[in-house]
Nanobody, 127 residues
């Protein structure tokens, strides 16, 4: 399976962006899929992750209330709506899936149990 993230760019603080992640094959309901980011010199961080095993979506504390992940299984696409962006959100954002292994979102960094990663998209928040 291949994943392709897009939608990054330069935005001013307080602005919004929508990232998209297109998956090359049908996303089955039990696949975990999520968004991750890595800033220069920092460890990869799990931003948002959806695991069907518990029907919930995880959000990092730093993005709660500002970011929303939406999964469209019909279009094989996952979106990350990002509002009220801050300079500290600047990073390369990646999408990834475990393709149903069952440990996606739960395993520790840097892989978080995800087996398939897309190329990242750069998000820069700056005035």
């Amino acid at each position: 399976v291949q994943l392709q993230a897009s939608g990054g760019g330069l935005v001013q603080p307080g602005g919004s962006l929508r990232l998209s992640c297109t998956v090359s094959r049908f996303m089955q309901d039990h696949w975990a899929i999520g968004w991750f980011r890595q800033a220069p010199g920092k460890e990869r961080e799990m931003v948002s992750c959806s695991s069907r095993s518990d029907s919930s979506t995880y959000y990092a504390d730093s993005v709660k209330g500002r970011f929303t992940m939406y999964r469209d299984n019909v279009k094989n696409t996952v979106y990350l709506h990002m509002n009220s962006l801050k300079p500290e959100d600047t990073a390369v954002f990646y999408c990834a899936t475990d393709q149903g292994s069952g440990i996606g979102c739960y395993a520790p960094p840097p892989a978080y149990g995800m087996d398939y990663w897309g190329k990242g998209t750069q998000v820069t928040v700056s005035s």
